[in-house]
């Protein structure tokens, strides 16, 4: 009887020891999260998490106090600069923890549970108008390190109505999209030109959801990747 009462005891000290036993719990902390494994190389301030989560700062604080007991968020100092001041002020701000032992699974099941791919993303684009270019990359194809997610081009082409598509897409999936939108003779100009940013886009993983304006077969030819 002592053996069974030790086994039970036992168990559930473990239990409450077990990071993956408090990690899931509401919309919220899974908004957070995703926020924190798909920026994996970023340190934000508190200010700046709650923001970008469109959390409200009481529920930001609850589900950040979580995660760092968990031990898939740490702390890191961070400087940020005041409105009214020309100088940077230290900061208590948060990074994913590299070292957390189910970060890779984790990763994954939040990614696959999430509505990130292109027909979600295709949908919310078409609120702003017709689209002659959509790649996608970064988030999208779990390369999480890149700088870019969605390059975007449109004949007429509205910079309003393609950020409030973004941030309802984002409100969606509880996800910092990394977005550039331009004209599709901008885009024609940047690859010509062989443009950084075009260059960082389709010299690494990525994906072509739309193309009408022919900009794959631009990309493709031999004065472009010499």
């Known amino acids: 009887m002592e053996s069974l009462c030790y086994n039970r005891f036992t168990f559930v000290v473990m239990s409450a020891r077990d990071p993956l036993s408090i990690l899931f719990g509401s919309a919220a902390r899974v908004k957070l999260l995703r926020f924190f494994l798909f920026n ?3 340190e934000f301030a508190f200010d ?10 009481r529920t930001a604080r609850t589900e950040i106090d979580a995660l760092e007991k968990a031990g898939v968020i740490k702390q890191k100092t961070v400087y940020i600069e005041l409105p009214t001041e020309k100088k940077k002020i230290k900061a208590v701000g948060y990074t994913l923890n590299k070292n957390f032992p189910e970060l890779q699974a984790l990763q994954t099941f939040l990614f696959e549970t999430a509505p ?5 993303l295709i949908k919310h684009l078409r609120q702003a108008g017709a689209l002659d270019f959509v790649g996608i990359s970064g988030v999208f194809v779990r390369d999480f390190e890149r700088r870019l997610d969605v390059l975007l081009a449109m004949n ?5 109505k393609v950020e ?3 941030r309802s897409l984002e409100a969606e999936i509880g996800v910092e999209v990394r ?5 599709s003779e901008d885009l024609f100009y940047r690859v010509g030109m062989y443009d950084k940013l075009t ?3 389709f010299d690494y993983s ?6 009408k304006i022919g900009i794959k077969d631009e990309v493709m030819s031999s004065s472009y990747r010499m």
Not at 116 to 120: E, L, S
Not at 179 to 183: D, G, L, P, T, Y
């Open 179 to 183: 977005f550039a939108a331009m004209s």
């Open 48 to 57: 700046d998490v709650s923001r970008r989560a469109k959390l409200v700062r």
């Open 206 to 211: 990525h994906q072509v959801l739309v193309d």
């Open 156 to 160: 007429k082409f509205s910079q309003s």
């Open 164 to 166: 409030k598509a973004i």
């Open 116 to 120: 990130i791919d292109g027909k979600n």
């Open 199 to 201: 260059r960082d886009f």
């Open 40 to 42: 994996p190389s970023k």
